[in-house]
């Protein structure tokens, strides 16, 4: 079949979430990209979206034409059957020329806009436009290139379409949210994650919109539908985000950080070095109270049936990506994940939270994403955390009432994991609560090895830790340095020597604890890093102190016995 939808800008954020809603909904869509699909497919995949009616053509919006004339893919029949054209294509960034703004924003806009005019089926060109495009003609030096170029294309494809007769809708998006957005007010929330916003710009009247990226996608993908939708233009945002320092607020409490208390007004930062605030000129002009006409699109949407998700929980759920993939300097973690309520501290879990196979604790300097290659290799599901204080999750009171709580949920009987320093609250659960677990495994119990200088213990070590690079600290650990846990946090580096210190001192206390554990205990260690005592372990050869880094697959093998055993030999009654 030959494509009936064409989407320009496919491989961006917004273009990428529009792609796999017009295929979930069988259309037959081409995707236009600048370079190959690769990015765009692997993407799809990663979301489940079957691409079997997807077609990805070459195409730059800067030039006439768009480079697409004669275009033919496998399976497809060309472009001429298109009838609904989709321009996602944007230059967004801070800090851009001008000339390079206009080649993609109000240039690449109009090539787009005379391409769809030459299509004998035309039934719609949506362009995606911003929501502060209206308000005046558009002035670089004051708004700078990117907002500047937005409002200029905004009026250029509105005279064009009357010009053609083009049947147009624009919709004009506040800041769009979702996993793969770093950008905007997402430079923020890494401010606060990283304890660099002691006050916020703006006052407290400040209305930063936001809309999900997944119901923008459905809107979007709605308007070709209706007749009405012809010669309109909508915003499209959520009227009940809630002013700035309240939706600061919120991130930060579900983040586990202090929010910042006080608000300079944006005249004030004007005022200020670069090198002082830290904000860019550009975004300023965002930080605004202004409220935009909404009621034409919540009502558009009524009528589609389209019902966008609570803010507070797209919000949320923004949050819980954006520090799970390092703000897009990573990948995200396996499976579901995200910050909860342990203990009454927030803490980052991942994984099967109620019916794991396995429970698994990390140890220094790693956290939770240490498991995540053995945990892909395991026969069942399996449920990982950062320690409290450690990696993402905020310090806890007691870290065996943590473990407790972390535990409370599970209705399964799992296999108990903890490696080195996670050994400690392993074993302790499974002294208390021998019926809530069917066996326990030591990864490179640090109690049971020699003393060492694996990794520094004195608070001299500090600075030291807040500054090395995860590369080179990886190096002297002998493991990735991308698998080591965020030591630039504040207090990070600080607990994480506090936490060496305490389990040094703990030594004695688990060595006893170890033989009145009543579930079965198995240790495994590396070969490189054997045991201080005479204990039966299972060795894997080559491996050091991080097998589950090293040496995943054995790992996993050693894990999956145990857990066989267990399931042959059952020692306790399973919960009812």
């Known amino acids: 079949m030959a494509p009936d939808s064409i989407v320009f800008g496919a491989a961006g954020f917004v273009g990428r979430s529009l792609v796999a809603e017009l295929l979930r909904q069988d259309r ?24 079997a009616r997807l077609t990805v053509v070459t195409a730059d919006v800067t030039v006439p034409g768009l480079g697409l004339d004669g275009v033919s893919g496998p399976g497809a029949e060309g472009l001429a059957g298109v009838r609904d054209v989709y321009n996602a294509a944007a230059r967004f960034a801070f800090g851009l020329g001008v000339e390079e703004a206009r080649a993609v924003n109000v240039t690449g806009a109009l090539n787009v806009a005379d391409w769809a005019a030459a299509r004998t089926g035309l039934r719609r060109l949506v362009h995606i436009s911003g929501y502060r495009v209206s308000g005046g003609p558009a002035d670089y030096r004051r708004d700078g290139a990117y907002e500047a170029s937005k409002r200029e294309g905004d009026a250029a494809v509105r005279a064009r379409a009357r010009e053609l007769d083009i049947p147009l809708t624009i919709v004009n998006p ?32 400040v209305f930063l919109p936001i809309v999900d990226a997944d119901h923008f996608a459905r809107f979007m993908a709605a308007v070709p539908e209706h007749e009405e939708t012809r010669g309109q ?25 202090r929010a910042p208390r006080r608000t300079v007004p944006v005249r004030v930062v004007r005022r200020l070095p670069r090198a ?30 389209l019902s966008a998700p609570p803010v507070e929980q797209v919000l949320r759920d923004w949050a819980d990506g954006l520090v799970g993939t390092g703000f ?81 949920p599970v209705r399964t009987r799992p296999v108990l994991v903890g490696h080195s ?13 021998p019926d809530r677990v069917s066996a326990v495994v030591l990864v490179a119990p640090a109690f049971l090895q020699p003393r060492g200088g694996r990794f520094p213990r004195s608070a001299a070590a500090v600075p ?53 554990v009543e579930a079965p205990v198995t240790i495994v260690v590396g070969s490189a890093d054997p045991l201080a005592v ?43």
């Open 233 to 257: 233009a909508y915003w499209v945002l959520d009227d009940e985000t809630p002013n700035l320092p309240e939706l600061v607020a919120l991130v930060a409490g579900h983040l586990g950080v």
């Open 464 to 516: 030291v830790l807040r500054r090395i690079s995860r590369a080179r600290l990886g190096a002297r650990l002998g493991v990735p340095g991308a698998a080591l846990g965020d030591l630039r946090r504040p207090g990070a580096a600080r607990r994480v020597v506090e936490a060496m210190r305490a389990a040094d001192a703990a030594r004695n206390e688990l060595r006893g604890l170890l033989d009145r």
């Open 276 to 305: 002082l605030t830290g904000a860019d000129p550009e975004t300023l002009s965002f930080l605004s109270g202004d409220r935009y006409e909404t009621a034409p699109a919540a009502a558009f949407a009524e009528r589609a049936g």
């Open 534 to 576: 005479d204990r039966p372990a299972v060795v894997i050869p080559g491996a050091g102190h991080y097998p589950q880094l090293t040496h995943p697959r054995e790992l996993a093998m050693a894990l999956g016995a145990v857990a066989e055993r267990a399931r042959r030999e059952p020692r306790l009654s399973a919960r009812g």
């Open 28 to 51: 037959e869509v081409a995707a236009a990209l600048r370079g190959r699909g690769d990015r765009l497919t692997s993407w799809l995949a990663g979301q489940g979206v079957d691409a």
């Open 174 to 205: 506040s800041t769009v949210v979702g996993t793969g957005q770093f950008i905007g007010l997402a430079a923020m929330v890494h401010d606060l994650w990283r304890g660099r916003l002691p006050v916020l710009p703006g006052g407290p009247d």
């Open 421 to 433: 320093f996670g050994c400690g609250p392993v074993l302790r659960y499974a002294r208390a609560r």
């Open 328 to 408: 897009g300097e990573g990948v995200p973690p396996r499976g579901p994940y995200g910050f909860q309520d342990v203990a009454g501290s927030r803490a980052w879990v991942a994984g099967e939270r109620r019916d794991p196979g396995y429970v698994l604790l990390h140890g220094l300097p790693l956290d939770a994403d240490s498991w995540a290659d053995v945990s892909e290799l395991l026969d069942d599901q399996a449920l990982a955390a950062d320690l409290p204080g450690l990696g993402r999750s905020a310090p806890a009171g007691s870290l065996d009432d943590w473990t407790a709580a972390l535990l409370e």
